[in-house]
């Protein structure tokens, strides 16, 4: 059980700070976020083996440079059995410039890694090899995957959220997803001042809507956006659009989610 957000939009004051807090109750072991970094023109990725609570008090500075940015991915963490808890294997992860971050479980994981190593050694793909030999987490194996926007070879469940530095995606697959489309402004500024426009994904409503209620200089309506399964979701500036379905593995349809409960 883990947590993800991302957005795209001018963040209220505190926003980042406040979502990371709210989310902790989905788990303690790592938080991260990855954000479009005006102060160097390009992502940024800040992670650490840390519960939320303890990270936005010693990352300030970061979290002060992720308010700034009109684009983000966060998570917080809490590991499936037997994975690896530490700096590494905190999420986001970086794909070819593809950042990423997962909750849920990719069975098939070792399977696709087998399958990476071998067609980069015989391609002599020396990234993808060292790639491959650097995984030991599910997770990390979701990058080429969703590089390419192809997730058929995906076993498992996934709430994912990831970003090529210029544009924000999100999908779910037997895992909880929502959107937000929020309009704001500082109460300091008056009435007058115009709305502001955010646009936000997270693992469950509640989570939005606690980090919103935690903003008490800051005035706010939003519209949840409902997120279907295994669709393609762009987070842009003025909405959260479905782009195309999604084919993942007939494993993970649900007549097979079924049986396997049964």
């Not at 210029?166 to 959107?179: D, F, I, N, P």
Request: a positive charge; glycine letters at 6%.
């Amino acid at each position: 059980m883990c947590a993800i957000f991302g957005w795209k939009g001018p963040l209220p004051p505190g926003f980042i700070h406040q979502i990371l807090v709210a989310s902790e109750f989905r788990g303690k072991d790592s938080t991260g976020i990855a954000f479009r970094d005006q102060d160097v023109a390009r992502m940024s990725i800040v992670k650490q083996a840390i519960p939320a609570s303890v990270f936005v008090r010693s990352n300030r500075v970061w979290l002060d440079r992720g308010q700034r940015a009109s684009l983000g991915i966060g998570h917080v963490r809490k590991a499936s059995h037997s994975m690896p808890v530490d700096n590494v294997n905190a999420h986001p992860y970086n794909y070819r410039g593809t950042i990423f971050a997962h909750n849920g479980a990719l069975k098939n994981w070792r399977l696709l890694r087998e399958d990476m190593l071998r067609v980069a050694i015989e391609s002599k793909n020396t990234f993808d090899e060292a790639y491959a030999k650097a995984v030991t987490t599910d997770s990390m194996m979701l990058g080429p995957a969703l590089k390419s926007f192809d997730l058929s070879g995906l076993q498992g469940s996934f709430g994912l959220v990831w970003s090529d530095g210029q544009t924000v995606y999100a999908a779910r697959s037997h895992k909880e997803l929502s959107g937000a489309v929020i309009k704001w402004r500082v109460k300091s500024e008056g009435s007058s001042a115009p709305l502001r426009q955010l646009n936000v994904i997270s693992t469950l409503w509640s989570i939005i809507e606690s980090t919103l209620k935690s903003l008490h200089n800051v005035s706010w309506t939003a519209e949840e956006v409902v997120l279907d399964q295994n669709m393609l979701y762009e987070i842009r500036a003025d909405d959260i659009y479905a782009v195309r379905p999604l084919t993942f593995s007939a494993a993970n349809s649900a007549d097979a989610f079924s049986s396997a409960a049964a």
